[in-house]
C-alpha cells in the first residue's frame, strides 16, 4: 500500500453510493472492470465499469488517469475530461477520477455525482496500491477511509483491472457513425428540420414529441428546427452511445463562422428508431 501525500478530491454534481470492493476476476477475463464503491452520508453506488487513459506531460512522460463509473461512457468521454464532466451531468453518471503521475503517485481524486457541488482536500486516509502497471493493463485498488467534509462523510474502496486507452484512439469514427441505424434516423431528422418538411420530420421523431407538430407551437417548433439543424453531410458525429433501447449521439456542426455541438437522445421503438429530444 502507497500512503497518498498529495491529492484533491472533488465533489461536483450528487448522490454518491458505495461500500467494500468485491474480488476481481484474473486480468484475462475481466479488463476493463471496475469493481467496489463509494459511500456518502451513508448511501451507496456500486462501480461497475473502470476506463483508463494516458495523459501526455512531454519529455516522453505521460500520466494516467483511472475512471470508475457505475454507467458507461462514450469513447469520446473516456478520451476529453471536459466531455467526460458534461457527460456524467448529462447522463447522471457517478464517476471517481484517479490522476496518477509517472512514478505511480495519485495526486489528485475527483468524484462527480449528482446532488452534491464543493472541492474538498483529503487530509488523510487515502491509499493506492497497483499489482499490475504496464502500458497494456493496470490492475489496482484505492481505498479511502471514511472522513467528514463539513456536514458530509464519504469514503470508497475500489478495485480496477483495465487496459489503458492512447488519447489518439478510443475516437469515433464519424463516417461509420452516420452509417449506423441511429444515425441514419439522425441524419435524416436534421436534414428534413432544415428543410422545415413536417412529414419528413414526423416520421423520424418519436411519437410523443411529433404531436408537437400539431399542436398551437408547431410553427415556432419548425422554425427552431430550421435554424439549429446542423447540415449531417458537414457535420462530424463525435460519440454515440448505445444502451439498450436508447442511444444517445453528439455532433458537431461547423460553419464558416462558429462551431456547434449538440446531444441528441434517441429510442428503438419495436425495429426502428426515433430521435427523441
Same mark, same amino acid.
Given at each position: 500500500?502507497?500512503?497518498?501525500?498529495?491529492?484533491?478530491?472533488?465533489?461536483?454534481?450528487?448522490?454518491?453510493?458505495?461500500?467494500?470492493?468485491?474480488?476481481?476476476?484474473?486480468?484475462?477475463?475481466?479488463?476493463?472492470?471496475?469493481?467496489?464503491?463509494?459511500?456518502?452520508?451513508?448511501?451507496?453506488?456500486?462501480?461497475?465499469?473502470?476506463?483508463?487513459?494516458?495523459?501526455?506531460?512531454?519529455?516522453?512522460?505521460?500520466?494516467?488517469?483511472?475512471?470508475?463509473?457505475?454507467?458507461?461512457?462514450?469513447?469520446?468521454?473516456?478520451?476529453?475530461?471536459?466531455?467526460?464532466?458534461?457527460?456524467?451531468?448529462?447522463?447522471?453518471?457517478?464517476?471517481?477520477?484517479?490522476?496518477?503521475?509517472?512514478?505511480?503517485?495519485?495526486?489528485?481524486?475527483?468524484?462527480?455525482?449528482?446532488?452534491?457541488?464543493?472541492?474538498?482536500?483529503?487530509?488523510?486516509?487515502?491509499?493506492?496500491?497497483?499489482?499490475?502497471?504496464?502500458?497494456?493493463?493496470?490492475?489496482?485498488?484505492?481505498?479511502?477511509?471514511?472522513?467528514?467534509?463539513?456536514?458530509?462523510?464519504?469514503?470508497?474502496?475500489?478495485?480496477?483491472?483495465?487496459?489503458p486507452t492512447d488519447p489518439k484512439q478510443g475516437k469515433?469514427?464519424? *463516417? #461509420? &457513425?452516420?452509417?449506423?441505424?441511429?444515425?441514419?434516423?439522425? +441524419?435524416?431528422? %436534421?436534414?428534413?428540420?432544415? !428543410?422545415? =418538411? *413536417? #412529414? &419528413?420530420?414526423?416520421?423520424?421523431?418519436?411519437?410523443?414529441? +411529433?404531436?408537437? %407538430?400539431?399542436?398551437?407551437? !408547431?410553427? =415556432?417548433?419548425?422554425?427552431?428546427?430550421?435554424?439549429?439543424?446542423?447540415?449531417? +453531410?458537414?457535420?462530424?458525429?463525435?460519440?454515440?452511445?448505445? =444502451?439498450?433501447?436508447?442511444?444517445?449521439?453528439?455532433?458537431?456542426?461547423?460553419?464558416?463562422?462558429?462551431?456547434?455541438?449538440?446531444?441528441?437522445?434517441?429510442?428503438?421503438?419495436?425495429?426502428?428508431?426515433?430521435?427523441?429530444?
Amino acid at each position: 500500500m502507497t500512503l497518498i501525500t498529495r491529492h484533491t478530491l472533488v465533489l461536483a454534481t450528487a448522490w454518491l453510493l458505495a461500500a467494500g470492493a468485491a474480488t476481481l476476476a484474473s486480468p484475462a477475463h475481466a479488463q476493463n472492470r471496475g469493481d467496489g464503491s463509494i459511500t456518502f452520508n451513508g448511501t451507496q453506488t456500486v462501480f461497475r465499469l473502470a476506463y483508463a487513459v494516458k495523459v501526455p506531460i512531454g519529455g516522453g512522460k505521460s500520466e494516467t488517469t483511472i475512471i470508475l463509473t457505475d454507467k458507461p461512457l462514450s469513447a469520446r468521454a473516456v478520451t476529453d475530461k471536459g466531455e467526460r464532466s458534461i457527460e456524467a451531468q448529462a447522463e447522471n453518471i457517478t464517476m471517481l477520477e484517479l490522476e496518477i503521475d509517472s512514478d505511480k503517485e495519485v495526486f489528485n481524486v475527483r468524484v462527480v455525482a449528482q446532488r452534491t457541488r464543493g472541492t474538498l482536500s483529503v487530509s488523510n486516509g487515502l491509499k493506492a496500491s497497483f499489482d499490475v502497471w504496464s502500458d497494456k493493463l493496470v490492475q489496482g485498488r484505492v481505498t479511502a477511509a471514511e472522513q467528514a467534509f463539513g456536514s458530509h462523510r464519504i469514503s470508497f474502496d475500489a478495485r480496477f483491472v483495465v487496459a489503458p486507452t492512447d488519447p489518439k484512439q478510443g475516437k469515433t469514427d464519424s *463516417k #461509420a &457513425a452516420w452509417s449506423t441505424p441511429q444515425g441514419k434516423v439522425l +441524419a435524416e431528422y %436534421l436534414r428534413a428540420g432544415r !428543410a422545415g =418538411d *413536417k #412529414a &419528413a420530420i414526423r416520421r423520424v421523431l418519436i411519437a410523443d414529441r +411529433a404531436q408537437t %407538430l400539431d399542436g398551437p407551437n !408547431a410553427a =415556432d417548433f419548425l422554425e427552431y428546427l430550421k435554424t439549429e439543424s446542423v447540415d449531417p +453531410a458537414t457535420a462530424t458525429l463525435d460519440s454515440l452511445t448505445i =444502451d439498450g433501447n436508447t442511444a444517445v449521439a453528439s455532433i458537431t456542426g461547423r460553419t464558416k463562422d462558429m462551431e456547434r455541438s449538440r446531444k441528441y437522445p434517441l429510442r428503438k421503438v419495436g425495429d426502428a428508431w426515433f430521435v427523441a429530444p
